[in-house]
């Protein structure tokens, strides 16, 4: 399969899922279903491998208690912009110490890790507390659609494809 046949092949792909999970996902109560296009779009600048996609996953998965940490953290009683700045300072380079110095690295992907808290703290912190109720479940939820769904599953069809042309 030609260059162009796998663009035209990813574009049909993208233009069917996507908007059925965005369409289908709040039918079974998860109403984070951008976080899914999200994370299809670092799954593709991460390589688009869908041998990654654990690692990947994972990092996401580590950023929702990150984002919740953070947001926890910044809430306590003091100044909130410094709160806010030592959360983030700490929970940013921990993640990148960790990754980096440790065996954790082979596992776990440290910018996915970094956009799946970026992504629970932008979600999460536009919801009181008291409201969030299955909200981290539903991005873990979205995250897996993302990378898996829509990442992979874009991959896997034009493989596919490509392999019924020959």
């Known amino acids: 399969m030609t ?3 796998s663009t035209v092949t990813t574009a049909a792909f993208i233009a069917i899922v996507p908007p059925l999970w965005a369409v289908l996902s709040p ?3 998860v109403e984070t279903g951008a976080v899914a296009l999200v994370c299809a779009g670092l799954f593709t600048a991460e ?3 869908p041998r990654r996609a654990r690692r990947i996953i994972l990092g996401l998965l580590l950023g929702i208690p990150w984002g919740i940490l953070a947001l926890r953290f910044t809430a306590l009683p003091g100044n909130q912009a410094v709160n806010q700045f030592v ?3 700490v929970l940013g380079a921990g993640t990148v110490l960790v990754c980096g110095l440790t065996g954790v690295g082979r596992y776990v992907d440290a910018t996915a890790w970094l956009s799946g808290w970026a992504i629970a703290i932008l979600i999460l912190g536009h919801v009181p507390l008291t409201q969030w109720h299955w909200l981290p479940a539903q991005l873990a939820v979205s995250m897996f659609a993302g ?3 829509i990442g992979v599953g874009s991959v ?3 493989r ?3 392999a019924r042309m020959h």
Do not use: E, P, R, S
């Open 147 to 149: 990378v898996y769904l």
């Open 156 to 158: 896997v069809v034009n």
């Open 27 to 29: 039918q079974f109560g």
């Open 160 to 162: 596919w494809l490509k």
């Open 87 to 89: 959360a983030l300072a």
């Open 3 to 5: 260059n162009k046949h």
């Open 47 to 49: 390589g688009n491998d």
